[in-house]
């Protein structure tokens, strides 16, 4: 069965300092993948997806995430985080092209420091 | 932009209660979803619906039902409400143009809580 795992339930970086969130996930072919944040009494906004082509994705608010397949891995990262940028983050996986449907991971809640 | 827009921010109802929760897109998107959200298990498909009065179950649809009599409006009904079903819900949806490649559009959700 297709799943996605964010290890990291919780981190704490320091305003200033780079951040990467975690994302593994399980599915047999090419997924397509999400990066979505929620800020606290919102709804899910879409950061960047994955469909095809370079592995590096660019995203808004200056984050940007790696599709590594030999890792099943689809991380988030940022060179410098705001205080802004605290929220909860959630990856996700669209593991059938035709009904749009995601599975979603556990989600990581991320703490700035300032 | 696309708009979804869930009536209610929070709710408080009561157990027994049938609750009814709407949710309206304004871009004449075909699939609409329902989730539900709880600290440390992510979001959790309850139902989805395909095209009007068509729907299909998701992970936990159980105590759960749903109604779409038209394409723009998506409702989640909940039976006879218990206090396990307090949680946050949240809705969504996506015009797939053939293609599972698009974005889901998220409501704000609604936060609701079974007294």
């Known amino acids: 069965a297709q799943s996605v795992t964010q290890p990291d339930i919780h981190i704490t970086v320091s305003e200033g300092a780079s951040l990467e969130l975690r994302c593994n996930y399980s599915?047999?072919?090419?997924?397509?993948l999400f990066w979505y944040v929620q800020s606290p009494g919102q709804g899910l906004q879409l950061l960047l997806k994955y469909f095809s082509g370079d592995t590096l994705v660019q995203g808004i608010k200056g984050f940007e995430a790696e599709f590594k397949r030999s890792q099943s891995s689809f991380n988030l990262r940022k060179p410098s985080v705001h205080w802004s940028d605290a929220a909860e983050y959630f990856c996700?996986?669209?593991?059938?092209?035709?009904?749009?449907?995601?599975?979603f991971g556990q989600g990581t809640t991320l703490q700035v420091k300032p | 932009d696309v708009k979804v827009t869930q009536s209610s921010r929070y709710l408080v109802k009561r157990t027994g209660e049938k609750v009814f929760l709407e949710c309206v897109q304004d871009m004449d998107h075909e699939n609409m979803f329902w989730y539900r959200q709880d600290p440390g298990l992510g979001l959790r498909l309850i139902y989805f619906s395909y095209d009007v009065k068509m729907k299909e179950k998701g992970d936990i649809p159980e105590g759960y039902s749903v109604s779409r009599e038209k394409k723009e409006r998506f409702s989640l009904i909940l039976e006879s409400a218990s206090t396990n079903q307090t949680s946050m819900y949240l809705c969504?949806?996506?015009?797939?143009?053939?293609?599972?490649?698009?974005?889901?559009?998220f409501g704000d959700g609604t936060r609701l809580s079974i007294l």
């Open positions: 599915y047999g072919a090419t997924p397509y």
């Open positions: 969504a949806s996506i015009g797939l143009q053939g293609n599972g490649n698009q974005p889901q559009h």
């Open positions: 996700a996986v669209a593991p059938s092209s035709n009904t749009g449907k995601l599975i």
